[in-house]
């Protein structure tokens, strides 16, 4: 009887370590249709060592970030990366706060992104 509750335990702790990692994948595709532009918020450095492929690059850090983001429609929808997606987020409450009122996406890293999308990183 112990070993029944050995192997029953084990199977457990595989199936909640299993449906752990699912819930850590991206997200399901983004319909690229209903999206205004990909906005890369990372550093022009950053940049030039890769991004997606059709992306703007409105730096965050950079000293007219908010200029370029006002010349967004801000009735869009917008996907927004970075390197984690930290700073995505932090743009995208930026946005929202500013009176962007489509939907916006944080896609995460860079790589998040292109699967998110579908868009080649260069």
């Not at 906005?39 to 030039?48: F, K, L, N, Q, S």
């Not at 429609?73 to 409450?93: E, F, M, P, Q």
């Amino acid at each position: 009887m112990s070993k029944f509750f050995k192997v029953l335990t084990a199977t457990l702790i595989a199936l909640f370590a299993v449906s752990s990692l699912a819930a850590c994948a991206p997200s399901n595709a983004i319909d690229m249709k209903t999206i205004a532009a990909v906005i890369d918020v990372r550093t022009p450095e950053e940049v030039a060592a890769g991004h997606l492929h059709g992306s703007i690059n409105i730096n965050i850090e950079g000293p007219d970030f908010a200029t370029q983001m006002n010349q967004l429609d801000k009735s869009k929808n917008y996907v927004v990366y970075c390197r984690t997606g930290h700073r995505a987020g932090l743009a995208i409450d930026w946005m929202k706060s500013h009176g962007f009122t489509g939907t916006l996406y944080n896609a995460g890293s860079i790589a998040d992104a292109a699967v998110a999308t579908g868009m080649v990183i260069m």
